[in-house]
Nanobody, 123 residues
Framework: QVQLVESGGGLVQTGGSLRLSCAAS????????MGWFRQAPGKEREFVAA????????FYADSAKGRFTISRDNAKNTVYLQMNSLKPEDTAVYYC????????????????WGQGTQVTVSS
């Protein structure tokens, strides 16, 4: 069992930055592939970024490429999402996820999810 707790969300102006953190509990948390997703009001949840357990492979949604950076510190059982050049369309609840149901599809659904952290970008 893995528990995930996100933090770092908040209100920021267009062009600003935020760094989200996801602290994972559990002995084997560092062995899991991890992902970030987001859900805006009235929209479906969408993939943002993912990182394999070793940090050796990273995937981004087109909307995140060049602006967001996912990283992980396995010694701290923590995954980060650095978000720069934020836009109003980035406004959403951001969720951390662990252990994809299909280990070859890190953009799909996962076994474990956090409660989410709100990110609001004002224009």
């Amino acid at each position: 069992q893995v528990q995930l707790v996100e933090s770092g969300g908040g209100l920021v102006q267009t062009g600003g930055s935020l760094r989200l953190s996801c602290a994972a509990s559990g002995r084997t948390a560092s062995n899991y592939h991890m992902g970030w997703f987001r859900q805006a009001p009235g929209k479906e949840r969408e993939f943002v970024a993912a990182i394999v357990w070793s940090g050796g492979r990273i995937f981004y949604a087109d909307s995140a490429k060049g602006r967001f950076t996912i990283s992980r510190d396995n010694a701290k059982n923590t995954v980060y999402l650095q978000m720069n050049s934020l836009k109003p369309e980035d406004t959403a609840v951001y969720y951390c996820a662990a252990d994809p149901q299909d280990p070859f599809n890190l953009k799909g659904t996962y076994h474990y999810w956090g409660q989410g952290t709100q990110v609001t970008v004002s224009s």
